[in-house]
């Protein structure tokens, strides 16, 4: 089920609640948490918002600019109390983040004189300002840190979703569809509800078959494909679910798109934490004929790229086993497995 923080939606998380005892981890590392946001990790523990846009309702302004928040920050507790200070990005003794918004962060005081207090950080405005670095070569300066809230539950409840004159309203629609079409299953009453609003030229503008099926969501996958959304782009590199990839192919794709399916699916074989479900994609896509042109110079050289970018012989093997290569590509490939690679 998706979750409120104020009331706005959290689209995404990517880590589940903390319990208790990885708090006290956390606590033992940087000192006493607010209650408030202790509540807050103890229950949702950062993520996305659904809507994009989200500001901070208040009357001050940087440089005529709202200040917006792109997520809440997700708190681990996987490292010991000695290292967590460290990794606990753009900690200080007496800071922490707990939200973001593009290159810039927001910083909750944990310590006197204003403890649980949430700043916005400017470090744009630092003389030694480096977006990349900041946070890991340098510290906050006070002076760059900009007063928002003086808690964060003050901070969250004045999150409101941006004025519609603030924001290009394709730019919206698009940002939020990605996050339903990202994480959509989790939370799927929502999700349908949400899409069923989009024409189909919406849903095909924002390309939500495109992350739904790279990010395997099932369920929101089929619901994208039966509302008819364009496949003839997302099929030929769905190769991250074998289920998506087959309602994809059976819902229409021509031989030459699962031509270049087939290409995708073995030459990024390698490069996987899921190669079952390229394995399982490969010997379907063979099952139903699909075979590389090699009479083509083009698909030839396309495949004999790909091939010397892999060097695991179980998947060589493999390859070489369902796939009829020209000798241009399988000599090289059968030296490599005898090789000491």
């Known amino acids: 089920m998706a979750k409120l923080v104020g009331n706005l939606q959290l689209i995404s998380w990517d880590s589940d609640p903390l319990t208790e005892q990885q708090l006290s981890v956390i606590e033992s590392a940087i000192g006493p948490l607010p209650d408030d946001y202790r509540r807050f990790l103890l229950t949702s523990n950062g993520g996305r918002f659904a809507r994009d846009a989200v500001r901070v309702q208040t009357s001050d302004r940087l440089d005529g600019e709202w200040f917006y928040v792109d997520a809440l920050t997700v708190l681990e507790a996987e490292f010991p109390p000695e290292v967590l200070r460290v990794v606990i990005d753009c900690a200080r003794l007496d800071l922490i983040k707990v939200a973001e918004c593009g290159d810039s962060q927001y910083l909750m005081q944990l310590n006197a004189p204003r403890p649980g207090s949430i700043y916005y950080w400017m470090y744009e405005t630092e003389d030694h300002w480096e977006a990349e670095e900041a946070g890991r070569t340098y510290l906050p300066e006070d002076k760059s840190l900009c007063a928002i809230a003086p808690s964060f539950t003050g901070f969250v409840s004045n999150l409101v979703a941006g004025a519609a004159d603030k924001v290009p309203k394709l730019e919206e629609l698009e940002r939020t569809a990605e996050n339903y079409a990202k994480f959509g299953d989790q939370f799927f009453d929502e999700t349908k509800a949400f899409f069923d609003a989009m024409t189909l030229d919406e849903l095909n503008e924002c390309q939500s078959i495109h992350y739904a ?15 008819g959304v364009d496949l003839h782009e997302a099929v030929m590199y769905c190769t991250n679910s074998f289920e ?8 229409g794709a021509t031989d030459q798109e699962l031509q270049v399916l087939l290409l995708s699916a073995a030459t990024s074989i390698a490069a996987t934490s899921i190669p079952e479900q390229k394995h399982k994609i490969i010997m379907y896509l063979l099952d139903r004929g699909i075979r590389p042109d090699f009479d083509d110079p083009e698909v030839v050289e396309e495949w004999r790229q790909g091939m010397n970018q892999i060097y695991g012989k179980k998947i060589l093997s493999f390859l070489l086993r369902t796939i009829q290569f020209p000798a241009s590509i399988a000599t090289p490939m059968r030296r490599r497995i005898t090789s000491r690679m």
Not at 213 to 227: F, G, M, V
Not at 244 to 251: G, H, P, Q, S
């Open 213 to 227: 099926a790279n990010w395997k969501q099932a369920l929101t996958s089929k619901l994208l494909i039966d509302r």
């Open 244 to 251: 998506i990839t087959r309602m994809m192919i059976e819902a």
